[in-house]
């Protein structure tokens, strides 16, 4: 059985220059953007010789062309990065430096190239066009920021990134929300149970640069939001709705994440699967997610305080979903991309079934791209998928499936495929109610069952069904577009009531006055077939 569910809310959010704080919820467009720019490789370097005292002091290898303050040219991959307020001597010096000093520094082999003011002694040859005055002095460096290559002396203390950093991405997210509370009552049946499967369905309307590999990753949201009144051929709207920055309204009230400090850096370090990294992510905005159960998390015991849970028994859905040893569970789903349609059709069971337990706040997913992380210049991806607004058929939708099948073979004669054979779907109504779950029953026979003398056997032949194996499936097409709306799967099995085949069709994830097909598909002795007799059904209003 499948059963569809519709968006409750749906919106992008994108840092975007000039969007950042801009709304696009009423909108027929979910944009997934990845643009990276590139400063520079950054790596601990570990063969530097140091020791003494310093305050302030970062040490860093640096990879990469030199520019800005810098001499224009190319950085040997050794250089050593140094910025902060210090104080150190320096020998065997050889390559690109500039920034402010205050007093000097000692250099006992060669300057080249350089472009600054320096006070200090230096012995050997200097080489290069020199700009500001040259004093020769000893004393300490002071807000040095440039590149050294050489030994140095002291100790220090050493940040060691495991990320590089960017400059200017621009990045959009997708957020969803959808109300679980018309599956309570197949919760409460137990029809919807621990082997249901949860999974979230969107159609890419266009796609921009998208490369062979990559991986979209889902996440369930930490905040409430509100999807805001914002449109895209608008310039979206800045006073209310979620944002890159904001989770409601855009004030300092309503922000996702509140930085520890004013200014925060973009990099690549893995905030997609890491949770300890989750806030060097948060603090740049985009909306903040779990990664996991929280550990405060502990199994419950009675029915929960939420309209939604009250509806349910509480012993039911705890055990049907819930364990004690949830807490820290992942809550991370994504979905691989190898050369492959940009659409989406993610398994979320995991973060739906979290909602359902209680272990987090049904706030909805998150969609984020990979391509976040990827360290390239050339980065420019974007997927553009139908919104909850959209005026076609491909509004997203969260599919719930389960086996619904029972197998009962009664006195039916299977079908042993040696000889031709026929499936007819019987009983199929020219038009149903959205919402309706109609039962649609399967014939089987032999095209041409062996004549015999015995009239009444003979009939029998072509009047009762005969059995058709276990892995026997339905789908259902979209008429008009042939787009499959439910596929065969393990969650499409027929039904066997001892007489006949069936099936019972949920149209409440159909959408309305539409015309869809029925096909039939069965394997008997190693060969698949499809049936497909123009079985044509309307959903109404």
């Not at 010789?49 to 991959?77: E, H, K, P, Q, R």
């Amino acid at each position: 059985m499948h059963t569809f569910i519709f968006p409750k809310q749906d919106t992008f959010i994108t840092n975007e220059t000039g969007y950042a704080d801009k709304n696009f919820g009423i909108d027929e467009i979910l944009e997934l953007k990845a643009q990276n720019q590139l400063i520079s490789n950054v790596a601990f370097y570990t063969s530097a010789s140091l020791s003494g005292s310093y305050s302030t002091f970062d040490v860093l290898n640096y990879i990469g062309s030199v520019s800005g303050s810098y001499i224009s040219g190319a950085a040997g991959s050794s250089n050593i990065y140094v910025s902060g307020s210090s104080q150190f001597t320096s020998t065997n010096y050889n390559g690109y430096v500039s920034g402010t000093y205050g007093a000097g520094i000692p250099i006992t082999s060669s300057l080249t190239n350089y472009n600054g003011v320096v006070t200090g002694s230096i012995s050997g040859s200097i080489v290069g066009s020199f700009t500001g005055s040259i004093f020769f002095a000893s004393g300490s460096l002071t807000n040095f920021n440039g590149c050294i290559n050489g030994t140095l002396q002291g100790t220090q203390s050493v940040y060691n990134p495991t990320t590089t950093f960017t400059n200017d991405p621009e990045f959009s997210r997708i957020l969803i929300q959808f109300d679980l509370t018309d599956i309570s009552s197949s919760l409460l049946t137990g029809d919807i149970n621990n082997g249901s499967k949860f999974f979230l369905k969107l159609k890419a309307s266009s796609t921009s640069e998208v490369p062979l590999d990559y991986k979209i990753y889902a996440y369930p949201v930490s905040k409430s939001w509100d999807m805001g009144v914002g449109r895209y051929d608008t310039d979206g709207i800045g006073s209310f709705g979620a944002s890159w920055y904001n989770n409601t309204t855009q004030n300092t009230s309503s922000l996702w994440y509140s930085p520890t400090s004013s200014t925060s850096t973009y990099n690549f370090s893995d905030y997609l699967l890491t949770s300890s990294l989750g806030s060097s992510s948060f603090q740049n905005g985009g909306a903040t997610w779990f990664y996991n159960v929280p550990s405060t998390y502990s199994k419950p015991t009675s029915n929960v305080s939420s309209s939604f849970y009250n509806t349910l028994s509480a012993s039911l859905y705890i055990s049907s979903f819930c364990s004690s040893s949830l807490s820290g569970s992942s809550l991370i789903c994504s979905q691989s991309y190898s050369y492959s349609t940009s659409d989406i059709y993610m398994d979320v069971t995991s973060i739906v079934k979290g909602w359902i337990c209680g272990c987090v706040p049904n706030n909805g997913f998150i969609l984020v791209s990979s391509l976040e992380l990827v360290q390239a210049n050339d980065i420019n991806s974007s997927i553009r998928f139908f919104s909850k607004e959209t005026n076609t058929i491909y509004q997203p939708y969260l599919d719930v499936k389960w086996d619904d099948s029972v197998y009962s073979t009664g006195s039916l004669v299977s079908l042993t495929g040696f000889n031709p054979y026929t499936v007819v779907v019987k009983n199929v109504g020219r038009e149903y109610k959205f919402g309706s779950v109609p039962r649609i029953n399967i014939f089987a026979r032999e095209k041409a069952p062996l004549k015999n003398f015995v009239k009444g056997y003979q009939q029998s032949q072509y009047l009762s069904s005969s059995l058709l194996p276990t892995d026997s499936y339905y789908a259902i097409k979209d008429n008009e577009s042939e787009n499959f709306v439910i596929d065969f799967d393990d969650y499409t099995k027929l039904s066997c009531d001892g007489a006949i085949h069936y099936f019972r069709l949920d149209t409440t994830g159909l959408p309305v006055e539409r015309y869809y097909r029925i096909l039939i598909k069965t394997e008997i002795n190693g060969e698949i077939v499809i049936f497909d007799n123009g079985n044509i059904f309307k959903v109404s209003r």
